[in-house]
């Protein structure tokens, strides 16, 4: 793959008799697993948490610390890929298993709907994060903080990203905040993100 911009989006799948230049790809192997059924995944699209194995890969943490190997010598990464690109042999980022949303039993990942955030010429950042709620189980909240002197409401926005996404992906509660926590590098720190008490 020559091009940059595909090159950054797509992780390539190793193993599968799956020809790559790269050497150590001849000894790594990959897979996509359901977190809730256990079962590899093996249509593209499908989000899975992303599983590798290979000699490059530490055997665990000292002092019986709970392992992320599995017992057939995967490390469990914590992030979630689906199987997409060309000839469906690379894999693209979804995001971290940890900050999935189920809402109604619906899986939102809070990414692809920050994505459409994004797209709001009004929003400068935004973060999405699971709020609990009684009858959802989790709803989808979203943190946003639109540009200096923006006339956008927060009722604009979501009209905006409803239209964009499925039904049940939209974000139901919104808050305005002037700034969102960063870290030292000014990465958004969702999990200092929550609603309004």
Same mark, same amino acid.
């Given at each position: ?88 042999? %690379?894999? *693209?980022?979804?995001? $971290?298993?940890?900050? /999935? ?9 809070? +990414? &692809? =709907? ?55 992906? %939209?974000? *139901?509660?919104?808050? $305005?905040?002037?700034? /969102? ?9 969702? +999990? &200092? =993100?929550?609603?309004?008490?």
């Amino acid at each position: 793959m020559t091009d940059p911009t595909q090159r950054a989006r797509f992780f390539p799948r190793y193993g599968d008799g799956r020809q790559w230049t790269f050497p150590a790809a001849r000894h790594t192997r990959i897979k996509l697993v359901d977190p809730e059924s256990g079962a590899e995944i093996v249509e593209p699209g499908v989000p899975g948490e992303l599983y590798l194995k290979g000699p490059s890969l530490f055997a665990g943490y000292l002092d019986n610390v709970a392992s992320p190997i599995t017992p057939d010598g995967y490390l469990k990464t914590g992030d979630m890929f689906v199987i997409d690109g060309p000839n469906a042999e %690379y894999l *693209r980022y979804v995001d $971290r298993a940890k900050d /999935l949303i189920i809402r109604g039993g619906m899986n939102v990942y809070p +990414r &692809e =709907v920050e994505e459409v955030l994004y797209t709001h010429p009004d929003v400068l950042e935004a973060a999405v994060v699971g709020v609990q709620d009684e009858t959802m189980g989790e709803e989808i909240g979203a943190a946003v903080a639109l540009r200096p002197g923006s006339s956008t409401t927060l009722d604009d926005v979501q009209a905006y990203v409803k239209e964009r996404i499925a039904a049940y992906k %939209y974000p *139901r509660q919104l808050w $305005r905040l002037d700034e /969102l926590p960063k870290g030292p590098t000014g990465k958004i720190l969702r +999990r &200092e =993100v929550h609603p309004p008490a």
